[in-house]
Structures are given as structure tokens and as C-alpha cells.
């Protein structure tokens, strides 16, 4: 199984290169983001819940998207792999993440992390916010509250992945085409 974490800040491209990744890989994309939207269109009480957190750019609990999660890749057994974007975001999830896939005898591969500076993902959230309207993406504080969120709880699982020599890098600017073969490259290697 090829099982890839996408990693980096909000903004970073994340959405947009799963779905290039998922196509060339024949992949099964589990994005917390697009589960939890999902479930909050759904009105769901899971979605209404963790509403509250997400209109704030706050992390929502980590039980939430756990078990949304475990569900996804219980239901997808003859998966190729999995891109789990936008998850895990915590130590926690990150821990749990690598016992539900032990006990189902896999791994994660590799943690591909797009860098891209505070200015760029400002920049392009506000763009993101302005065609998508999503809520989140048009107001400043709450997008800074959402690159705080991360350089605090979701930044420390670089050292995570690192210390299990999985941890990889990749610029983040340029072209969605130029990133994807960045990306690519280093899958293939
Ligand atoms: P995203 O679409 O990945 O930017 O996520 C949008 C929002 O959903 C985040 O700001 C969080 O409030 C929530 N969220 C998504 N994934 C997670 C996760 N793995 N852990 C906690 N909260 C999450």
C-alpha cells in the first residue's frame, strides 16, 4: 500500500494536488477538511459540533477525526493507499493514525510537506475565500488563528515523521503543475 500524509499550513495546496496524486496513484483521498464540511451540510450533531471550533480556526477534537478516519478506511479494504490530507493535525492523531493502520498491517509511507511562506498563503486563502466562499477563508483573523493552530499543534509532527525517516520536504511555489512533478519525484523515488 502507497499511504501518503500531505502535509503544510493552510493554503498550502493540499486540496488541489491530492486530487493530481490521487489520479496518477490511484489513491483514496481522506480529507478531515471536506469529511467535516460534509457533515456539517448534512447537519449532522458530529458536523454542528465541530462548526463551532472550525468557524473560530480552531482545531476540533481529536476523537471527531479519529473515528471519522478509522470509518473511511474500514470502508475503502481494497484501497491502493490512502492520501490523508489535512490529517493527522496533532501528536495524538498522528500516534493513532499509525496504531489503526498497525493493526490493519499497514504503514504510512512517506509525509510529503509543502512548504509555503505566511504572505503566499494569505494571499491565496483570501482568493480561495472570495471564489469557494467558505466562511473560514474570508476573514483575516480567522485565517490567522488557523496558521497559529498549526505552527503550534500541527508543525511538531515534522520532527514525528522525521524521526521515522519519512519526513520529506517539497517547495510549495510555482506552478500546480511544477509541484505536482516535485511531489511526484520524490513518490517515485
Ligand atoms: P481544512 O479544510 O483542512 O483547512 O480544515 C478546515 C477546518 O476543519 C480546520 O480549521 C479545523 O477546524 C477542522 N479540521 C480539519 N481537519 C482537522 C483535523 N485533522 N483535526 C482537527 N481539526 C480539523
Given at each position: 500500500m502507497l499511504n501518503i500524509v500531505l502535509f503544510g499550513p493552510p493554503g498550502a495546496g493540499k486540496g488541489t494536488q491530492s486530487e493530481k496524486l490521487i489520479k496518477s496513484f490511484q489513491l483514496v483521498h481522506l480529507s478531515t477538511g471536506d469529511i467535516l464540511r460534509n457533515e456539517i451540510a448534512k447537519k449532522t450533531d458530529a458536523g454542528l459540533e465541530a462548526k463551532k471550533m472550525m468557524d473560530q480556526g480552531l482545531l476540533v477534537p481529536d476523537a471527531t477525526v479519529i473515528r471519522m478516519i478509522a470509518d473511511r478506511i474500514d470502508s475503502n479494504k481494497n484501497a491502493n493507499g490512502f492520501i490523508f490530507d489535512?490529517?493527522?493535525?496533532?501528536t495524538a492523531q498522528a500516534e493513532e493514525l499509525d496504531k489503526m493502520l498497525k493493526s490493519r498491517n499497514s504503514s504510512i509511507t512517506m509525509m510529503l510537506c509543502l512548504d509555503v511562506d505566511d504572505n503566499e498563503l494569505l494571499k491565496r486563502l483570501l482568493n480561495r475565500g472570495k471564489e469557494s466562499g467558505r466562511s473560514d477563508d474570508q476573514d483575516e483573523s480567522i485565517i490567522a488563528r488557523r496558521i497559529s493552530e498549526y505552527n503550534s499543534k500541527t508543525a511538531p509532527l515534522k520532527e514525528y515523521y522525521s524521526a521515522q525517516g519519512k519526513f520529506h520536504s517539497i517547495?510549495?511555489?510555482?506552478s500546480v503543475e511544477d509541484i505536482f512533478n516535485r511531489l511526484c519525484a520524490v513518490v517515485e523515488a
Amino acid at each position: 500500500m502507497l499511504n501518503i500524509v500531505l502535509f503544510g499550513p493552510p493554503g498550502a495546496g493540499k486540496g488541489t494536488q491530492s486530487e493530481k496524486l490521487i489520479k496518477s496513484f490511484q489513491l483514496v483521498h481522506l480529507s478531515t477538511g471536506d469529511i467535516l464540511r460534509n457533515e456539517i451540510a448534512k447537519k449532522t450533531d458530529a458536523g454542528l459540533e465541530a462548526k463551532k471550533m472550525m468557524d473560530q480556526g480552531l482545531l476540533v477534537p481529536d476523537a471527531t477525526v479519529i473515528r471519522m478516519i478509522a470509518d473511511r478506511i474500514d470502508s475503502n479494504k481494497n484501497a491502493n493507499g490512502f492520501i490523508f490530507d489535512g490529517f493527522p493535525r496533532t501528536t495524538a492523531q498522528a500516534e493513532e493514525l499509525d496504531k489503526m493502520l498497525k493493526s490493519r498491517n499497514s504503514s504510512i509511507t512517506m509525509m510529503l510537506c509543502l512548504d509555503v511562506d505566511d504572505n503566499e498563503l494569505l494571499k491565496r486563502l483570501l482568493n480561495r475565500g472570495k471564489e469557494s466562499g467558505r466562511s473560514d477563508d474570508q476573514d483575516e483573523s480567522i485565517i490567522a488563528r488557523r496558521i497559529s493552530e498549526y505552527n503550534s499543534k500541527t508543525a511538531p509532527l515534522k520532527e514525528y515523521y522525521s524521526a521515522q525517516g519519512k519526513f520529506h520536504s517539497i517547495n510549495g511555489i510555482g506552478s500546480v503543475e511544477d509541484i505536482f512533478n516535485r511531489l511526484c519525484a520524490v513518490v517515485e523515488a
